[in-house]
């Protein structure tokens, strides 16, 4: 089970960090990624990180302004994001899957969801 919470308001060029709790597995056994879905669009991929933290991915929107990361003594993988931008509101969704190979996996490739929290950046 996959608990996604720190979505918010914030103003353009703010910062934001959102958390995804899991439970139910052995954390470190699990690739983890974060999706974001703005109104009337499909879902994107925002940023994955391998089991032990020491590989990451980025979408070219979140280069250089999201940074995620993992504690896997808390369970929790965390999306820092700074430099917001309108363009950034949208539901963000953390998702699991145990037996990726690659961190840069499409959304079907994922097993396990969180409910997404909305993050809503304002001008």
């Known amino acids: 089970q996959l608990q996604a919470s720190g979505g918010g308001l914030v103003q353009v060029g703010g910062s934001l960090s959102v958390s995804c709790a899991a439970s139910?597995?052995?954390?470190?056994?699990?690739?983890m990624g974060w999706f974001r879905q703005a109104p009337g669009k499909e879902r994107e991929f925002v940023a994955s990180?391998?089991?032990?933290?020491?590989?990451?991915a980025y979408s070219d929107s979140a280069k250089g302004r999201f940074t995620i990361y993992r504690d896997n003594a808390k369970n929790t993988v965390y999306l820092q994001m700074h430099g917001l931008r309108p363009e950034d509101t949208a539901l963000y969704y953390c998702?699991?899957?145990?037996?990726?190979?690659?961190?840069?996996?499409?959304?079907?490739?994922?097993?396990?969801w969180g409910q997404g929290t909305l993050v809503t950046v304002s001008s």
């Open positions: 990180i391998s089991r032990g933290g020491g590989s990451t």
């Open positions: 998702a699991a899957d145990r037996f990726l190979r690659n961190i840069w996996s499409s959304s079907s490739d994922y097993e396990y």
């Open positions: 139910g597995g052995t954390f470190r056994d699990y690739v």
